[in-house]
């Protein structure tokens, strides 16, 4: 397998543009998460799913985010509209059975300018 | 008060230096404690992982939990150049419920 895949690794976007982050999960992992890691604040939960459904996105900091997973391969990240303090690494993760090795992918470093 | 703090370094040694890594947490319920490795500009991996109190070693790398002051360590025995790298611990109260992390705590071993 080969492991958790993130498009794109590197993002540049001006402010206000709509950026989409990519995920595939492992394949049979039936858990993935979306974290965020800034100097400021380290890594933060931003949302999970479950079998493709939704199930604490609590992180998500406000409405301009938002995250979709249509089957159980392929997740989507959305800002809409991007700020400059979005700017961050946005990490995938997913494990199976909720065990609690996951297992990431190699982030998208998003620079929104 | 942050669920997980952890000391952020940086911390640097000679090669051969035994390290000591270290996190407390707040919550009480917590039973699953894990240590991840990142090196630079790579994702997080599963160092160690053990449920509950006690210790758990795996070759150089020896894990323990002490429940009763919520304190949750890692030690690095003859650390090496490639043991370079951030550590970042993490928690969680049940199987099944995202991970909690401490921001890490950035390694540098000299050789």
């Known amino acids: 397998d080969a492991g958790v895949i993130q498009s794109p690794r590197h993002e540049v976007t001006e402010m206000g543009q709509e950026v989409t982050l990519r995920c595939k999960p492992i394949?049979?992992?039936?858990?993935l998460f979306w974290y965020r890691q800034t100097m400021m604040r380290g890594l933060e939960l931003l949302i999970y799913?479950?079998?493709?459904?939704?199930?604490?996105d609590s992180g998500m900091p406000e409405d301009r985010f938002s995250a979709k997973m249509p089957n159980a391969s392929f997740s989507t990240l959305k800002i809409q509209p991007s700020e400059p303090r979005d700017s961050a690494v946005y990490f995938c993760?997913?494990?199976?059975?909720?065990?609690?090795?996951?297992?990431f992918g190699s982030g998208t470093r998003l620079t929104v300018v | 008060q942050k669920e997980v703090e952890q000391d952020p370094g940086p911390l640097s040694v000679p090669e051969g230096a035994i390290v000591s890594l270290n996190c407390t947490y707040s919550?009480?319920?917590?039973?699953?404690f894990m240590w991840y490795r990142q090196y630079s500009r790579k994702g997080p991996e599963l160092l160690m992982y053990?449920?509950?109190?006690g210790n758990k070693e795996d070759g150089r790398f020896t894990a323990q939990v002490d429940k009763s002051s919520k304190y949750i360590s890692l030690f690095i025995r003859d650390s090496q150049p490639s043991d370079s790298a951030t550590y970042l611990c993490?928690?969680?109260?049940?199987?099944?419920?995202?991970?909690?992390f401490g921001k890490g705590t950035t390694l540098s071993v000299s050789s």
């Open positions: 993760a997913s494990t199976l059975g909720g065990g609690v090795g996951y297992t």
């Open positions: 394949s049979g992992h039936d858990y």
């Open positions: 799913f479950n079998n493709n459904v939704p199930i604490d």
């Open positions: 919550n009480s319920a917590f039973q699953y």
């Open positions: 053990t449920y509950s109190s």
């Open positions: 993490a928690t969680s109260n049940q199987a099944g419920t995202a991970l909690i």
